[in-house]
């Protein structure tokens, strides 16, 4: 897998990027000085060129310089995001600059190769001076590149390339010098014209190299990001938990990278669940992503039956509804909803019909799915107020419940006995702890044996729950 070094700058970094711009600044004044003089000298459109190509770089280099000095300035209320774009404004300014340096190189070589002539003269300090330049160049160039591979650098790397670019222009321009000299040696006039030819051969190479640098520093400014990042970060996203990647975007602001995803999980995820997937999510980014600012949001996915039951409570609960008992059944090519639901006491028909059909209206518009609705309207009820049964209640309870124990041969302790009572009426609730292998069926079963023995023998009796268990669950 590929990883791709977001570079976040230290305290350490951010000097070691000042201090290698700064000495290209001291390497481009130099340079300029010795080209210009020797240009001068010997009338070589050649030198001027490379003395006025290495005069813009030295604006550039001090633009870098600038530039990543400001670019490790920490994020504020106006720049949230830092202030790494300074670097990618200042290789664009970069690149206007060398498209100028060609325009006047290419108008000046024109000039002297068809409408006029200039002497020059190939002489020792002219080779010299370019020769200095390369050694020069090379180890400017040498020393950009580290760093600007180091941390990420669009700025650095910008000026790396003008430096590099001048040995390439500064062997042409040596090339072009050589011909000048063989032209006096050997006589021929023509190849004096070879240092135009150079200074041509020059500007090609910088609309060049100008042209890809241009191209890569708008797609930064733009927030492009390289080829198949992306894919990657969706991949290594899908960590245990993760259903499916929503979104995926990545932004590069000079050295740093911000890295913004959007996970599906399941709808029952618990809380401390997700914290750990967006955990395991974010440390996954970053091994391709070292250093990047990385948030990750998780989003519930639901899905089939489990859709239509979320989406049916959620339009319930806006009418001040609530329901049970939902259905769902495929019949002849059709998908049919059945449900019960609640509605206030003091509705009548009327009220509760037209409510109801403006709630499963709402059903048949939120789920197309959904042929048919079919509801069964019934009253929330009001609150009981309900009291603890007396002695007489709980004793007759607890001796129906050891008789049938003991009748039916059933494995099954009945414990957390509650009887409750109203003033005409009893409500009981019970545990019952049965084989974890019995099947649910059987223990369904026996449950209805109990309540209907309940019942019978406890005329009084409104409501029974029982809850079945594995002894696990008894015992926790």
């Known amino acids: 897998m590929t990883t791709h070094d977001a570079g976040i700058p230290t305290p350490t970094g951010d000097h070691e990027k000042k201090l290698v711009a700064r000495s290209s600044v001291l390497a481009a004044v130099f340079l300029t000085l010795i080209k210009l003089v020797i240009g001068i000298i010997t009338g070589s459109l050649g030198i001027l060129s490379e003395a006025a190509h290495s005069g813009l770089d030295l604006v550039a280099a001090g633009v870098t310089w600038f530039a990543v000095s400001v670019s490790s300035s920490p994020p504020d209320s106006e720049h949230t995001y830092g202030h790494g774009k300074i670097e990618n404004?200042?290789?664009?300014?970069?690149?206007?600059?060398?498209?100028?340096?060609?325009?006047?190189?290419?108008?000046?070589?024109?000039?002297?190769?068809?409408?006029?002539?200039?002497?020059?003269?190939?002489?020792?300090?002219?080779?010299?001076?370019?020769?200095?330049?390369?050694?020069?160049?090379?180890?400017r160039s040498r020393a950009l590149y580290r760093v600007a591979r180091k941390?990420?650098?669009?700025?650095?790397?910008?000026?790396?390339?003008?430096?590099?670019?001048?040995?390439?222009?500064?062997?042409?321009?040596?090339?072009?010098?050589?011909?000048?000299?063989?032209?006096?040696?050997?006589?021929?006039?023509?190849l004096v014209k070879a240092d135009a030819i150079a200074a041509l051969a020059v500007?090609?190479?910088?609309?060049?190299?100008?042209?890809?640098?241009?191209?890569?520093?708008?797609?930064?400014?733009?927030?492009?990001?390289?080829?198949?990042?992306?894919?990657?970060?969706?991949?290594?996203?899908?960590?245990?938990?993760?259903?499916?990647?929503?979104?995926?975007?990545?932004?590069?602001?000079?050295?740093?990278?911000?890295?913004?995803l959007t996970l599906m999980v399941r709808h029952d995820t618990t809380l401390e669940q997700a914290h750990e997937i967006a955990d395991q999510a974010e440390e996954a980014v970053r091994q391709i992503l070292p250093g990047a600012d990385v948030v990750v949001h998780i989003e519930p996915l639901v899905r089939g039956e489990n859709g239509i039951v979320n989406t049916v409570r959620r339009l319930a609960a806006n009418h001040?509804?609530?329901?049970?008992?939902?259905?769902?059944?495929?019949?002849?090519?059709?998908?049919?909803?059945?449900?019960?639901?609640?509605?206030?006491?003091?509705?009548?028909?009327?009220?509760?019909?037209?409510?109801?059909?403006?709630?499963?209206?709402?059903?048949?518009?939120?789920?197309?799915?959904?042929?048919?609705?079919?509801?069964?309207?019934?009253?929330?009820?009001?609150?009981?107020?309900?009291?603890?049964?007396?002695?007489?209640?709980?004793?007759?309870?607890?001796?129906?419940?050891?008789?049938?124990?003991?009748?039916?041969?059933q494995e099954c302790r009945f414990h957390q006995v509650e009887v409750h009572r109203t003033e005409s009426e009893l409500f009981v609730t019970l545990h019952c702890t049965v084989d974890p292998d019995t099947a649910i069926v059987d223990a369904h079963t026996f449950t209805e044996e109990v309540e209907s023995e309940l019942r019978s023998r406890i005329p009084q009796l409104n409501r029974v729950v029982i809850h079945v268990e594995p002894p696990d669950a008894d015992e926790a």
């Not at 290419?106 to 200095?132: D, G, H, P, S």
């Not at 321009?173 to 063989?182: C, D, E, F, P, Y």
């Not at 500007?203 to 640098?213: D, E, Q």
């Open 203 to 260: 500007a090609g190479i910088v609309i060049y190299v100008s042209a890809k640098l241009g191209i890569r520093t708008i797609s930064a400014l733009l927030d492009a990001v390289p080829a198949g990042l992306q894919d990657e970060i969706v991949y290594v996203a899908h960590v245990p938990g993760v259903l499916k990647v929503k979104r995926a975007r990545v932004r590069i602001a000079g050295p740093e990278a911000f890295a913004d």
């Open 89 to 139: 404004l200042s290789a664009l300014f970069e690149t206007f600059l060398l498209l100028l340096t060609c325009l006047w190189i290419i108008y000046e070589a024109i000039q002297r190769l068809f409408f006029k002539e200039v002497e020059v003269e190939a002489n020792f300090w002219a080779f010299l001076v370019m020769a200095t330049s390369i050694v020069v160049d090379i180890s």
């Open 320 to 409: 001040g509804m609530s329901t049970h008992a939902l259905r769902i059944y495929d019949v002849a090519e059709r998908r049919l909803l059945e449900l019960h639901i609640e509605v206030e006491d003091s509705l009548s028909v009327d009220e509760a019909h037209a409510k109801v059909s403006i709630f499963e209206s709402e059903i048949r518009s939120a789920l197309p799915s959904i042929d048919q609705v079919v509801s069964h309207i019934e009253p929330i009820g009001e609150p009981e107020e309900r009291q603890r049964g007396s002695p007489d209640d709980e004793s007759l309870v607890y001796t129906v419940l050891q008789e049938l124990k003991e009748r039916m041969g």
């Open 151 to 190: 941390y990420k650098s669009q700025a650095l790397e910008a000026d790396a390339l003008h430096f590099a670019t001048d040995i390439w222009s500064s062997a042409v321009v040596i090339g072009g010098l050589t011909l000048v000299r063989l032209s006096d040696v050997l006589g021929v006039e023509w």
